[in-house]
């Protein structure tokens, strides 16, 4: 079974930055064509695209958020660790990882999600 | 850029036909991917590659994609599909994933 789980700080600072960590288990990031993306959804507002890294440690980033993104990963730790500097209270939102559904180097859909981390960003 | 409009309501009685759009310019020439999206849960692939159905997805969810439209169809709706659902794509040009607004779904 793939289970994937955020974790991180509920409550940031404008300016600091955020460091979340998705920890998953039933698929391994040592698997050829395995990919995994970070999404988030601000409160009453629709889902965003963020980030992925692939197997291969290739990386894709958002065209909007890219210079304020890193995404990383621990293969062996079975972890992906997301990035964001300068945090604003307009990223407030629920952040989510996902594994992309399939084996691959393109595109593909988003299959299965964590239950997500609420980010609250306030001073 | 590339934009996916997705009305913000749809309302259905139980036992209806529930319709979504995803409207975006030549979407057709895109593979298209449905979520659900209930309060309080991680959101569900229901509906990947315009019209394939992830294992577990019951057959009442149906999709199609033409021209500038791409429709979800839910049928025989029941309250447990009340949920928001989202439209997503690549777009190869901007090499950005998309998601469209989100349609709100009520079930009467």
């Known amino acids: 079974q793939v289970t994937l789980k955020e974790s991180g700080p509920a409550l940031v600072k404008p300016t600091q930055t955020l460091t979340l960590t998705c920890t998953f288990s039933?698929?391994?990031?040592?698997?050829?064509?395995?990919?995994v993306s970070w999404i988030r959804q601000p409160p009453g507002k629709a889902l965003e695209w963020l980030a992925r890294?692939?197997?291969?440690?290739?990386?894709f980033y958002s065209t909007s958020l890219k210079t304020r993104l890193t995404i990383s990963k621990d293969t062996s730790k079975n972890q992906v660790v997301l990035t964001m500097t300068n945090m604003d209270p307009v990223d407030t939102a629920t952040y989510y990882c996902v594994r992309i559904r399939g084996y691959g180097s393109g595109w593909d859909a988003f299959h299965i999600w964590g239950q997500g981390a609420m980010v609250i960003v306030s001073s | 850029s590339y934009v996916l409009t997705q009305p913000p309501s749809v309302s259905v009685a139980p036992g209806q036909t529930a319709t979504f759009t995803c409207g975006g310019n030549?979407?057709?020439?895109?593979?298209v991917h449905w979520y659900q999206h209930k309060p309080g849960q991680a959101p569900v692939l229901v509906v990947y590659?315009?019209?394939d159905r992830p294992s577990g997805i019951p057959e009442r969810f149906s999709g199609s994609n033409s021209g500038n439209t791409a429709t979800l169809t839910i049928s025989r709706v029941e309250a447990g599909d009340e949920a928001d659902y989202y439209c997503q794509v690549w777009d190869v040009i901007s090499d950005d994933v998309l998601f469209g607004g989100g349609t709100k779904l009520t079930v009467l």
């Open positions: 030549n979407i057709g020439g895109k593979s």
């Open positions: 590659d315009d019209s």
């Open positions: 039933g698929f391994s990031l040592f698997t050829s064509g395995m990919r």
């Open positions: 890294i692939d197997w291969n440690d290739d990386k």
